[in-house]
Each structure stands twice: as structure tokens, then as C-alpha cells.
């Protein structure tokens, strides 16, 4: 079983920055994408960005792309997600989450490829 565990949330003023951890206690860490993921009060939980096994490829949600950086350390077994410009409609819990097959790319969007989840960050951004 892996654990995910996030942390460096918090409450911030617009156009403020953040920067998200996510340390997992697989050994395999290495192998599998990771990803982050938010959802807002009242509704659905969205991707918003991914990041190769390697590090080599990421992706991003169209909304957070030019503000938003994802990276990995494979010697931590961990993965960050910079926030860079934060406004109050980035306001969600955050989930890290790893894909569920080994040395996938980063464009893996679905919620379903994803079988390890954290247990969510909260962070908010005042106006």
C-alpha cells in the first residue's frame, strides 16, 4: 500500500505563491507518474497538472499553464507543484495522486488512472 502525504497549504492573498509537497512511501516512486488534482466546494474534483515518471514530460490544465509548475525529486520520493500568481478561483483541496500504471507519459488526465491518492491540502486565496 502506498501512502501519500501532502503538505504546505494554506491561506494566501491573490496573487500570492505556494508551493505544494507530496512525499510517497513507495520505493517504486520512480516509475509512476504522479499528478495533482483539485476540487472546489460544490464541485467535481479536476486535474490540473502531471508529470512523467522521469520528469521529463508535464502537463498542464489550460487554466494554470504559465502560473503553475510541477516538478519531482525521485531521491525524496517526492513531488511538488509551485503556484505561482494564485487567485481565488485556485482555491480547492489539493490531492497528489500516482498513476496506476508504471513509466506512463504526463498527458494522463482521468481520475481513474490514478489509484493512490493523498489525503488533500487545503489551500485558499483571498481577494
Known amino acids: 500500500q502506498v501512502q501519500l502525504v501532502e503538505s504546505w497549504g494554506g491561506l494566501v492573498q491573490a496573487g500570492a505563491s505556494l508551493r505544494l509537497s507530496c512525499t510517497a512511501s513507495?520505493?517504486?516512486?520512480?516509475?509512476?507518474?504522479m499528478a495533482w488534482f483539485r476540487q472546489a466546494p460544490g464541485k467535481e474534483r479536476e486535474f490540473v497538472t502531471a508529470?512523467?515518471?522521469?520528469?521529463?514530460?508535464?502537463y498542464y490544465q489550460d487554466s494554470v499553464k504559465g502560473r503553475f509548475t510541477i516538478s519531482r525529486d525521485n531521491a525524496k520520493n517526492t513531488v511538488y507543484l509551485q503556484m505561482n500568481k494564485l487567485s481565488p478561483e485556485d482555491t480547492a483541496v489539493y490531492y497528489c495522486?500516482?498513476?496506476?500504471?508504471?513509466?506512463?507519459?504526463?498527458?494522463?488526465?482521468?481520475?481513474?488512472?490514478?489509484?493512490?491518492w493523498g489525503q488533500g491540502t487545503q489551500v485558499t486565496v483571498a481577494s
Open positions: 495522486a500516482m498513476n496506476r500504471r508504471a513509466y506512463t507519459t504526463a498527458g494522463v488526465t482521468p481520475i481513474s488512472e490514478y489509484n493512490y
Open positions: 513507495a520505493r517504486t516512486f520512480g516509475s509512476y507518474g
Open positions: 508529470i512523467s515518471w522521469n520528469g521529463g514530460n508535464t
